[in-house]
Every structure is written in structure tokens, then in C-alpha cells.
């Protein structure tokens, strides 16, 4: 019933993809990474290092015992000079390795191709792999192979729309790696069984459509196909995209494999089909350095743990003093409060911006205009939401379908009165958790 | 990395997302100037200086209330915001240009300013400031100052200057509106469609003239400021209701056609100026869309009753106050359709029944 039209409805946020013509540059190991020992949605890993051990590049230094989990690997070979504790981009507290690189990159001997045969070596390889979801939500990936109706699962969506503005990470990932995403998702295909595969990317991206169909076609692959969709925010959604795609509605809290679909970042299939080849585990991520606080904005590709200064070092340094660092897009993203934090797995960008631009507006009456109403993709009510929250009114959150909200930003962007409406609809669905936890 | 580099540790942290739209509501309101100016451009024209000063009139004093009433109550001032200048604009194009013409009705010569001002009082402290300002008042402000001074100044409120090109050749300077004819039950006297089209007519100052209000309607939507729902509903209501009216019980003056008359309704009065300014105000009307399509059509069907079946010959107005008073429900009625509430309510405590 949310779903009345063939198409969600999406706001245009802008594009501001300076970065989408910049090829992209490998930065060099710094001189120390901070890894972080929490870097997917589930249980943080304990380290398996200590202080003074020697590590290797792809050596695993991070794992646990818990269900959800992935282990963590050492991007850097070196010495592992300590074991921090500090205040994660989240406000929890994350356990971080810190190696200081040797210089060398000496890889761990013990990597090689992984030798899979059938479905489960397929997600155990994943799983070692360390892969999580890198389009920014880190869910294990290997979970999402392993869905519960294997026969159920007919088509696999490979999300390269990146509507989120600045960043075009993925963008180069389908320029510059699209043999790995086929390969990768061939492997998958095969694996699990699946008959069809889509890559849904915006119109804006006309040059990775045609590189994709152009390959497609040359390698004979007949169940492959690109899937243009319009460029507007927020067409990467996984909801969106697979309303987009299958036309099937998918509401929160739903596995799209319910829905005999497997949704994956088409950075996650590139690496997918790098990792099957080699065998190196997730230690580098490409991702887009943007902003006006930023010298040189460009594409590079950073081992996992680099910190933030050491990567705008690399930009050419601060043009201006930055006011707000986002890890992520600007619709999404996560403000830092300090460029000494390492990235993570899911990062996709960093952008740094001024004072100018990091303005935070003023907040003004509600004019009951229903904009919020008419760009939420899913038809909600943000500013019945707002009232709600604000009276405590759960039965009424509830009501409103509150927990159907992705966060996606798009009712804030367009409010006139500039009220932080994702912000109150973060705070409406924390209220109804706790609310029924309490019930319980 | 050299020791001497610095860190930024004390960055802005704050909720995403960190883009916002450049349109805030200080633009909305002058994008909806902007679309009234058509009309009051056309009321200068046809009513000659008398309009001007009634609108500076209304505006400036619409403003200046709202400055005065948050300065008074020491509260953030919105008079920035511009949605005063809106709110005195719809207001002096809702009045007649009487400033001049009144040699026959006894009231003092500042009569008309003070009416103006008195209007506007009404339409700021009175329906926006007391219920709580910018975004709660439950009733259009122009709507609720105009009714306050139709009924108050009964009179004045009704009596209609005729346009500069009527008055060509003729002795008087008042006249009847179309309604009025209609009132009336003949419309032989009464301006041809045409005139009403181009606003040649008596009328309150902005409603007369449906081409710049259509203009003004048109820019509103393309701007996305506006959405269509309410003003075609409200109009295809009028529209709809005339004709049928007129087709079944074969009333018609003059032997004109039902369709005839459906467009003069439509054209006559303020229902043109009414459901694109008026019904369209974001704060009094339902944000869903389902409410809005009950809303317009609720205006359309309370304007012709009045119309038609009661002794004012006007009722755009008061159709407007009435729904505006029922948008809450509208809204809630909608809400409940859309998001399924009391259905999701009954299957589980259904659920909860058989557990």
C-alpha cells in the first residue's frame, strides 16, 4: 500500500560529482594505521595481536566467536606498537590496533586464491574475506549469501546508483574494475544459484551504462543487464532500489531474499571478484576526497586504518580550516568530530568542509507545507513524526508507521523551515524501541 | 607524518543530512508575491490609484502588526519571513476600491484607510499572533479579515466601484458584480464572459480579472510551491455543481445554457482568486492527498450553496473558513486511509484475541 506509482518518489539534492573525470590514485602506506576492531554491524572483533608483534599485510588480527561477525586484517606489514581505545564516529568506543608500517607491504605467504566448490566453502571464503556491505551499511556480506530459502532467491541487484551528492567512488569502481564486478558477480550467480543480474545506475552515469553493456555483450553474457534509473535522490536505497528494479515492495525489516532478491554495493562485487583471484583480504578501499576544505579533491584508494589528516595530507592538505568532517555522503554521512579517526571499511568519502559551507541553518516555525510528506520516498508523514515525538506520543509514532523510515535525509533537505526532521524521526524510532522493550 | 602537523579535534558534529534546499520559507512567501502580482497589477490598472494605496495600505499595516505584536511580546520577530506582506496582500485584494467613491454613504473620509487597517489588525493579532503565529493558526488570516470587515462594515464591503473602462461615458461610479445580477435573477445588464475574463467588471480588486490570476496560478504550480489538487477540485466542484444545477432544474436567467452558466460561476467572484490564493494557504489546508481532494471539493460545494440557496450572493469566503476549520479532521480522516491505522488496530487486537 505505500507503494502507489511506478516510481518512489525522490528529490533532486544536487550532484556536485567533481570528482566523477578523476582516475584513481593509490596513496601511499602511511607511516601508521589506526585498524579498528569494529568495523561491521555485528559483534566487534578481539585483537589477536599485542604489542611488539610483527604483522604481515592481509594477516588476520581481528576475530571473535560471535555469529555476526567478520574478522578484521592487517593492511599495513610492520609493528603493532599498541592497543587503543577512542571514541568511534557512532559515540561508542572502539578498540583500534596501531601498526607502524615497515615500508615494506610484505605480504602474508599464507594468501592465496581461495579453492571453493560448492555454496558454503563459497560464504566461509567470504566470510574470511572480511567483506562487509560497502556501500556504507558494513553488514557482513557472507550472512547475505547465506539466505534462508536458497531456491527462493532469483535475482541479484548490484546497487551502483550512488545517489548520495560528491561521491563517485563507485562511479570509478565500474570505470576502472568493471571485469572484477562481472567476475564477482558471475561467482555469486553461480554459487547461489541465481538466473538473473541487474547493476541499477543513475542516468548520470551514462559512461559505466555503456561500459557495462558494451562488456555484457563481448563476453556473451545474455543474463547480465545494466538498469538505468533516473538520477535523484535517494535511488540507492535498497528499498528503492528494488521497488525500482522488481517492483516488488519491500517494508523495514524485511530481507530482500524474502523477496527472492540479493542486493550488493557494486563496490563489495568488485572486491568479490578481486578476492576470489588473489585471495587478499579487505585491507584498502577506494573512496572520493571532496569538499572546499579540501586542496585537491580526488578519487584515491587508502589502506584501511589511514588517518583522516594523512589522507587530506595527501589532497594537497587543508585549503581551509575545516568546520565539519563527514565520513560518507552528505545525506547520510556521519559528521566526525576529529580528523585523527581511521577509516573504516564502509567509508565510500570524506569530505571536509569550511565554515561557509558546514553552516548549520536556523530553524523556523513548521508551515505545514507537506514537502516532507510528498519527497519521502515511502509516503510517510516526517512532520506528524516531529509532533509526536515531541508530545511523546508513541501510539501515535506507531500509528504513522515510524519504523518504516530509512533515515534517508530527504525530508530534512527539503523542509523550508530547515527543521532537522530525519533527526526527530531518528529520535521518534530510538522512542518506540525503547517503548516496547519496556513493554516486554 | 611530521609531529607538527595539526589536528582538528573540535569539529561541528551534527545530525545528517548536512545539505539543506535553498528554498526556505522567506522565498516561498515571495515566490507567492510574486505570483499575486498579476492581479494586483490588473487591479491598479482597472481601479486606478485607490487600489494602489488600499494595498500599500494593507501590507505596510500587515507588517508593521507583526513587528509590534512580537516586539510587545518579546519574541523572535518573523517579520522577515514575509508571510505578513503575503497575508495583507491577499487582504487588500479581497476588498473593493472603495477609497474614493462613497460620496453616498455617510462615513468619515478615513474610513477606508482605518477599514484597511482594521482588516489587517484582524487578520495578524486576531487569527496568526494570538493562536500562536507562523504555522498555527487554524484559519486564513486574509479570509478571517475579510469576513470581519464584510460583516462589520456591511455596507462598504458591498459596494463595488466600477472599473475605468465601465465608467467610460457613464455618470456612475458604483455598480452591481455579476453575482449581484445573479442575485438579482436577471442577467441581462450583466457583463458578457469575456469582460469577466479580463476583469472588466465590479468585484473585490483581485478577483475580478481570472487571466492574471491564472497566470499567477500557473507559476505557482510550475514553481511547485502550490499543488494543483486544491484549485481543481474546487473549481471542477463549482464547475460541476452550475451545470448540474442549472441543467436539472432549468433555472437558468435568460434561457441561458447550463454551460453557460457553470463558467460564469467560475468566473464570476472570487472563486477563481479564492482556490489558487486563498484554499491553497500551506498552514489551513490537509498535506495529504487524499484530504486535499475532500477539501477542495468541500469548498467548491459550500460556495454554491451559499450561492445559490442562501441570501449572500457570494460565499467563497465563508466556504473557505468552514474548511479550513475542518482540515484537522480532513487530515486525520486521510492519515487514517493512507497509513491503514484503524485497520492495523483491529487486526491486532483481532491477533491478540485468538492468542
Not at chain 1, 501515535?396 to 533537505?413: A, H, I, T
Not at chain 2, 447550463?258 to 494557504?281: E, I, K, R
Amino acid at each position: 500500500m505505500f507503494f502507489k506509482s511506478r516510481h518512489l518518489n525522490s528529490i533532486n539534492a544536487g550532484h556536485h560529482k567533481h570528482t566523477a573525470g578523476s582516475a584513481t590514485e593509490v596513496m601511499p602506506v602511511p607511516a601508521t594505521v589506526r585498524i579498528s576492531m569494529s568495523q561491521n554491524i555485528g559483534a566487534p572483533c578481539k585483537p589477536l595481536v599485542k604489542k611488539g608483534d610483527t604483522v604481515l599485510v592481509g594477516q588476520k588480527i581481528g576475530d571473535t566467536d560471535a555469529f555476526l561477525h567478520v574478522p578484521v586484517h592487517a593492511s599495513v606489514s610492520g609493528t603493532v606498537t599498541g592497543i587503543e581505545t577512542q571514541r568511534n564516529a557512532m559515540g561508542g568506543m572502539d578498540t583500534l590496533v596501531v601498526i607502524e608500517s615497515d615500508g615494506q607491504q610484505t605480504m602474508d605467504p599464507d594468501l592465496k586464491a581461495p579453492v571453493i566448490t560448492n555454496h558454503k566453502e563459497f560464504v566461509d571464503a567470504v566470510k574470511e574475506s572480511g567483506l562487509v556491505g560497502l556501500g556504507g551499511a558494513s553488514f557482513p556480506t557472507w550472512l547475505k549469501f547465506n539466505p534462508k530459502d536458497m531456491d527462493g532467491v532469483k535475482t541479484l541487484i548490484i546497487n551502483g546508483a550512488e545517489c548520495e551528492p560528491f561521491i563517485t567512488s563507485d562511479h570509478r569502481t565500474m570505470l576502472e574494475d568493471a571485469q572484477n564486478v562481472i567476475d564477482g558477480a558471475l561467482a555469486v550467480m553461480k554459487y547461489l544459484e541465481i538466473d538473473e543480474c541487474y547493476i541499477g545506475i543513475e542516468d548520470n552515469k551514462q559512461d559505466a551504462i555503456d561500459n557495462f553493456d558494451m562488456m555484457f555483450a563481448q563476453q556473451g553474457l545474455n543474463n547480465m543487464f545494466t538498469f538505468p534509473l533516473k538520477a535523484s535522490y535517494p535511488k540507492g536505497a535498497e528499498r528503492v532500489l528494488i521497488y525500482e528494479v522488481t517492483g516488488k515492495t519491500c517494508d523495514a525489516g524485511v530481507l530482500p531474499a524474502d523477496l527472492g532478491c540479493i542486493v550488493s554495493n557494486v563496490t563489495s562485487i568488485a572486491f568479490l571478484g578481486q578476492y576470489l583471484k588473489d585471495g587478499i583480504p579487505l585491507i584498502k578501499k577506494r573512496m572520493t576526497v571532496d569538499g572546499d576544505a579540501v586542496s585537491n579533491p580526488k578519487n584515491i584508494v587508502a589502506p584501511i586504518g589511514t588517518e583522516i589528516h594523512d589522507i587530506i595530507e595527501f589532497c594537497g592538505g587543508y585549503r581551509k580550516p575545516p568546520k565539519k568532517i563527514l565520513m560518507g555522503g552528505p545525506m547520510m554521512g556521519r559528521a566526525i568530530f576529529s580528523d585523527r579517526m581511521p577509516v573504516v571499511k564502509n567509508n565510500n568519502a570524506i569530505l571536509a568542509f569550511s565554515r561557509e559551507q558546514a553552516w548549520i541553518p536556523e530553524e523556523t516555525a513548521c508551515i505545514n507545507c507537506g514537502r516532507c510528506h510528498k519527497a519521502c520516498p515511502f509516503g510517510l508523514l516526517p512532520t506528524g513524526f516531529a509532533d509526536a515525538y515531541e508530545s511523546g506520543n508513541v501510539e501515535r509514532l506507531n500509528d504513522l508507521k515510524v519504523m518504516q523510515c530509512m533515515e534517508c535525509g530527504s525530508c530534512s533537505f527539503v523542509c523550508p523551515a530547515h527543521r532537522p526532521l530525519a533527526f526527530m524521526n531518528k529520535l521518534g524510532k530510538a522512542m518506540v524501541k525503547e517503548a516496547s522493550s519496556n513493554g516486554k | 607524518m611530521a609531529s607538527n602537523t595539526k589536528y582538528y579535534d573540535n569539529l561541528t558534529v551534527s545530525s545528517s543530512p548536512h545539505l539543506v534546499t535553498s528554498l526556505d520559507t522567506t522565498k516561498t512567501m515571495l515566490y507567492v508575491v510574486a505570483a499575486l502580482c498579476p492581479a494586483a497589477v490588473m487591479s491598479v490598472l482597472y481601479f486606478g490609484i485607490p487600489a494602489l494605496v488600499m494595498i500599500a495600505v494593507c501590507m505596510a499595516s500587515s507588517a508593521f502588526f507583526e513587528w509590534g505584536y512580537e516586539k510587545i511580546l518579546n519574541k523572535p520577530n518573523t517579520v522577515r519571513d514575509g508571510s505578513a506582506l503575503v497575508t495583507g496582500l491577499i487582504l487588500a485584494l479581497n476588498l473593493p476600491a472603495n477609497l474614493t467613491h462613497l460620496k453616498d454613504i455617510e462615513y468619515p473620509i478615513f474610513m477606508p484607510i482605518l477599514i484597511c487597517i482594521i482588516g489587517s489588525f484582524v487578520a495578524i493579532v486576531v487569527v496568526k499572533q494570538l493562536f500562536g503565529g507562523m504555522g498555527r493558526n487554524f484559519a486564513n488570516p486574509a479570509i478571517v479579515g475579510r469576513i470581519t470587515l464584510f460583516l462589520s462594515f456591511t455596507s462598504y464591503m458591498s459596494t463595488w466601484p466600477l472599473t475605468r473602462f465601465q465608467k467610460a461615458g457613464l455618470d456612475a461610479v458604483t455598480g452591481a458584480t455579476p453575482l449581484g445580477y445573479l442575485a438579482d435573477g436577471d442577467l441581462t445588464y450583466a457583463p458578457t464572459l469575456k469582460n469577466m475574463f479580463l476583469g472588466n467588471i465590479g468585484g473585490a480588486m483581485g478577483e475580478t480579472c481570472v487571466i492574471a490570476i491564472l497566470i499567477g496560478a500557473i507559476f505557482l504550480i510550475a514553481m511547485k510551491i502550490i499543488s494543483p489538487i486544491i484549485p481543481c477540485c474546487f473549481v471542477g466542484t463549482v464547475f460541476v455543481f452550475a451545470f448540474l444545477y442549472y441543467a436539472i432544474s432549468g433555472s437558468a436567467p435568460g434561457g441561458l445554457s447550463p454551460l453557460y452558466m457553470a463558467c460564469f460561476h467560475v468566473c464570476a467572484g472570487g472563486v477563481m482568486f479564492g482556490a489558487v490564493f486563498c484554499a491553497t494557504d500551506y498552514v489551513t489546508s490537509p498535506i495529504m492527498t487524499m484530504g486535499k481532494v475532500m477539501f477542495g471539493i468541500g469548498c467548491g460545494l459550500v460556495t454554491m450553496i451559499i450561492r445559490l440557496f442562501c441570501s449572500y450572493p457570494e460565499g467563497v469566503s465563508f466556504a473557505i473558513l468552514f474548511m479550513n476549520i475542518m482540515t484537522p479532521l480532513l487530515d486525520s480522516i486521510a492519515q487514517d486511509r493512507f497509513y491503514e491505522i484503524k485497520k492495523r488496530k483491529k487486526a491486532a487486537a483481532a491477533a491478540e484475541k485468538k492468542a
